[in-house]
């Protein structure tokens, strides 16, 4: 019998809101080790729930999520970045006011050594921001400060990395420069779920997929299954009829 290998990242059944509202009504999803997973679907579908459901933003009502075999359910986003789980929202997602590299720093507030090699990784791995480090971040462009958002969330050495929109609002050029970090930061073994409007371009180096629609799962397979689909296509990718 072969051996049975957990998910990394699973969330089962859930259900969440805000308040009284209820956005999820039953969402399911998976993240293998090392793999990147695409989240697609309209607006309203409620994607940016489900993330901050994952990273307890957001209280579960039902359902369950478990990280590396555990029970997370319900755990606040300080004890998740201790689990090994880090999250970049689509905005608000740098401290204006800091330097780029207390921004950084922010980000490993919890390490206990290794820092300043972090930071040389960091700033290696982003050399748009290297050379302002001592800048507020508030001067950065958005491409810039997406770059800074995706090193602060990585300054603690994450096993998987949550991306809410990380192409939103930016230049072609600069999506293209994010893109190719994000498969950087996946291709160094941390495993990626994403939340992505640029559909196409997200599936393309995903290896799977999701379709979230009306707060439930839609449909999910390989992301070349999913880019192939005239479904997905009509709907989601602009293809014609």
Do not use: C
Request: proline share 5%; aromatic share 6%; glycine share 10%.
């Amino acid at each position: 019998m072969g051996v049975s290998i957990l998910p990394v990242l699973e969330v089962k059944d859930v259900v969440a809101g805000y308040g009284e509202v209820e956005i999820l009504h039953g969402v399911s999803i998976k993240v293998d080790e090392g793999e990147v997973v695409t989240i697609i679907g309209p607006n309203g579908a409620g994607k940016s729930t489900l993330m901050k459901a994952v990273f307890g933003l957001i209280p579960v009502k039902k359902g369950r999520i478990t990280f590396k075999g555990r029970d997370v359910t319900g755990s606040p986003p300080e004890k998740m970045v201790r689990f090994g789980l880090s999250y970049v929202p689509q905005s608000e997602n740098a401290f204006a006011t800091l330097s780029i590299q207390e921004n950084l720093e922010m980000g490993g507030f919890i390490r206990r050594d290794g820092l300043s090699e972090r930071l040389n990784w960091a700033y290696e791995l982003f050399p748009d921001i290297a050379s302002r480090r001592h800048e507020r971040a508030g001067r950065l462009s958005g491409g810039q400060r997406q770059m800074l958002a995706l090193a602060r969330a990585l300054m603690l050495d994450p096993q998987v990395l949550l991306l809410d929109e990380p192409s939103a609002s930016l230049s072609p050029k600069m999506v293209e420069a994010i893109f190719e970090r994000v498969a950087q930061i996946n291709r160094s073994g941390v495993a990626i779920l994403m939340v992505e409007q640029n559909a196409r371009h997200a599936l393309q180096f995903s290896r799977r997929g999701y379709v979230l629609a009306m707060g439930v799962n839609r449909l999910e397979g390989a992301a070349d299954e999913l880019l192939e689909s005239a479904e997905v296509g009509k709907l989601y990718l602009g293809a014609e009829p």
